[in-house]
């Protein structure tokens, strides 16, 4: 096969792909959140639709919110602020039902040098709908897009970007990630070995996204450098002993034990009981069994050649954990933050599992397989328990009603704005819409 056609050949299956998976991706989303139509959440609609409705696009662009800028989040409010007041939700929604499935096609597409089986990639893409811990209070909203954008772009740096198309997609994707959160510049140790591997693979330059992950997080840096630096500090009643606790809990309990109890928001600041100390055994045996399934792994997996894709699993679990403990020691243990560290392990796990069907011959070859696809079918089990997201993220009132509030305000007071409550409720959070888009 001549040059060309393979290039027209990749670009033809990128595309088939692309298509399949964002349609997938798209419909899953739908199917674990079909509330998320009915109203905005927290930032989605205090912060990014009233900012973009009040001081519009450009202004917005550059308030930052927590001390730093949501580039991507921004955006999705003031487009939902170009539509009708009455569907600002729908149009929220959809905007991020499409920003979700470009997430799960570019997952699908780049993990394809650390996953081999089209079934793995498609488990991997569609884990930023499917985890558990999104469904607590990060699925279907633009506030927590950041997390989804930042697994994404892991495995975009692990990535082949082998047609100029793929590599424009991964570049501009890791410099939106790198403008709508800092954290990105935790995938460091991840652009570290792209470019130990590129220079193995004997490549002059090290790869375009890397040049794009370093533009997005040192143009982020830069602008709360010069704007919002000391707006910020460090979060209250740090403690890595209670970090460690809810890293069981959060991250390996909640995502990857079949039927584990729901949590909560709360940090579990007050007494030790044994309730906690018997979950915490119990994941302590769990992170036991993947780091013992990483290990074995790991050995037979550099005998059989496969140097780079054990490399990747190692440093992917790593980067993860290390992740977890260090924004959780030093700022907060919220729910929103295991999104990541989760990934990463569901990542690893999900290579552990296709080098365990791949090494072997014979009849061991198709123990290691039916191994494989038993590790794969825990993942999903244990992502099936825990399918209907937070009550949370679920329950309280619905924008068409807030609208309605709304408008009998207007009509009957002379105030120029009316608040309409969103979710979630145990906050407050209001939109205060003015009048004169109502009428």
Not at 295 to 319: H, K, P, Q
Request: with cysteine.
């Amino acid at each position: 096969m001549s040059s060309t056609r393979l290039v027209g050949w990749l670009v033809a299956r990128d595309r088939r792909a692309v298509v399949a998976v964002s349609v997938f991706g798209a419909v899953l989303l739908w199917a674990r959140a079909p509330f998320a139509v009915r109203n905005f959440w927290a930032e989605d609609g205090k912060i990014f639709y009233q900012d973009a409705l009040t001081i519009g696009f450009f202004d917005s662009l550059g308030t930052n919110v927590d001390g730093y800028y949501h580039m991507g989040s921004r955006v999705v409010g003031s487009v939902v602020a170009l539509a009708p007041v009455s569907a600002a939700a729908l149009v929220n929604y959809l905007i991020v039902v499409l920003v979700v499935a470009w997430i799960s096609s570019t997952i699908y597409l780049s993990s394809e040098t650390t996953l081999k089986s089209p079934l793995s990639r498609v488990s991997l893409a569609m884990s930023v709908t499917l985890l558990p811990i999104v469904g607590f209070e990060s699925i279907a909203n633009s506030a927590n897009l950041g997390y989804l954008l930042l697994c994404a772009s892991s495995v975009v740096l692990l990535g082949r970007q082998q047609t100029i198309w793929r590599r424009t997609n991964d570049v501009v994707f890791v410099v939106v990630t790198g403008f709508t959160t800092p954290l990105l510049i935790c995938a460091a140790p991840l652009v570290g070995i792209r470019v130990w591997r590129d220079r193995r693979a004997h490549r002059r330059y090290p790869p375009a996204v890397a040049f794009g992950w370093m533009f997005g997080v040192v143009g982020q840096l830069s602008l709360v450098a010069l704007f919002t630096f000391g707006s910020r500090g460090l979060g209250e009643g740090r403690s890595f002993q209670r970090t460690f606790f809810l890293f069981l809990d959060r991250v390996l309990g909640y995502n990857f034990i079949p039927f584990w109890p729901r949590i909560t928001g709360e940090s579990y600041s007050g007494s030790v009981s044994a309730t906690l100390i018997g979950r915490a055994l119990v994941c302590l045996l769990v992170a036991f069994l993947i780091t013992f399934l990483l290990f074995r792994v790991a050995r037979t997996g550099l005998r059989s050649g496969e140097t780079n894709r054990v490399a990747a699993m190692t440093l992917i679990m790593i980067n993860g954990g290390a992740f977890w403990l260090f924004v959780g020691t030093l700022f907060s243990t919220q729910p929103r933050y295991a999104v990541f560290p989760a990934f990463c392990i569901t990542w690893s796990v999900l290579i552990a599992a296709e080098l365990v069907g791949t090494t072997g011959a014979g009849n061991d070859s198709r123990t290691r397989r039916q191994a494989s696809a038993g590790i794969v079918f825990l993942l999903l089990v244990a992502f099936a328990t825990h399918w209907t997201p937070s009550e949370l993220r679920r329950t309280g009132p619905t924008w068409s009603d807030g609208l309605r509030t709304a408008e009998e305000v207007c009509a009957t007071t002379s105030s120029s704005t009316a608040p309409v409550q969103i979710l979630p409720v145990y906050h407050n959070w209001k939109v205060e819409l003015p009048c004169e888009r109502m009428g």
